[in-house]
């Protein structure tokens, strides 16, 4: 069955340590995204990538980096820089650039220690 | 930036009840997409609807848009226990195809 497959289900920072989530698709889809869900709130776009080697900053990108090395990989790394990581993060894909509805992983929650 | 603001913000009604949610934005749109999110999990495309389209239907679900007013609605007919989720409508108005989400609208629905 094709997905997309977030690891780990939760995580955990110490200060001032970077970590990574990951993002895999086995959809064959050419865009993907990371978003940051906040309790009550909507979803704010942190970085998406429309093709491999390629990606840009949505609206809250400081803090976090991202690499598209591979097609079917998106990792993001929340940084030492991100001072409030607490929240549940989503990654999506969607065909391609265009008129698409975008298909979700299950996400990840990072807390801090 | 918010772009979609859904209302109300949440909504418990008995099993065999319609749900009508709605949706309003600011900024004009190519589509309009309704999500659902269960407890803990990824959200689920549930429908998409054109700028040029004035209503969709897919099983128990109708949306409609009116881009006049800037504003859309989903109606959930005949629901089920297992409706109980939050919903989300996005915007999808830029170049990139970027989806500006709302902040969700929370259904329960009673057995």
């Known amino acids: 069955d094709g997905g997309i497959t977030q690891s780990p289900k939760y995580l955990f920072r110490k200060e001032g340590q970077n970590v990574t989530l990951s993002c895999e698709q086995n959809?064959?889809?050419?865009?993907m995204y990371w978003y940051r869900q906040d309790p009550g709130q909507g979803l704010r776009l942190i970085y998406y990538s429309q093709i491999v080697n390629d990606f840009q900053k949505g609206d809250i990108a400081e803090g976090y980096s991202v690499s598209r090395e591979k097609k079917e990989s998106f990792p993001l790394t929340v940084t030492s820089a991100q001072k409030n990581p607490t929240a549940f993060y989503l990654c999506a894909s969607s065909i391609a650039r265009g008129t698409q509805p975008q298909h979700f992983g299950d996400g990840t929650r990072l807390s801090i220690l | 930036s918010q772009q979609g603001e859904e209302d109300p913000q949440a909504l418990s009604i008995q099993e065999g009840e319609n749900a009508t949610m709605n949706c309003s934005y600011k900024t004009s749109i190519n589509n309009l997409q309704w999500y659902r999110q269960n407890s803990g999990r990824g959200l689920v495309h549930l429908i998409l609807?054109?700028?040029?389209?004035r209503e969709k239907h897919s099983g128990r679900l109708r949306v409609t848009l009116d881009t006049s007013k800037k504003s859309s609605s989903l109606l959930i007919t005949a629901s089920r226990a297992a409706d109980t989720a939050s919903y989300f409508c996005?915007?999808?108005?830029?170049?990139?195809?970027?989806?500006?989400f709302g902040k969700g609208i929370t259904l329960s629905v009673r057995p």
């Open positions: 959809l064959n889809h050419d865009a």
């Open positions: 609807i054109r700028s040029n389209e």
């Open positions: 996005a915007t999808d108005s830029g170049a990139n195809s970027k989806l500006t």
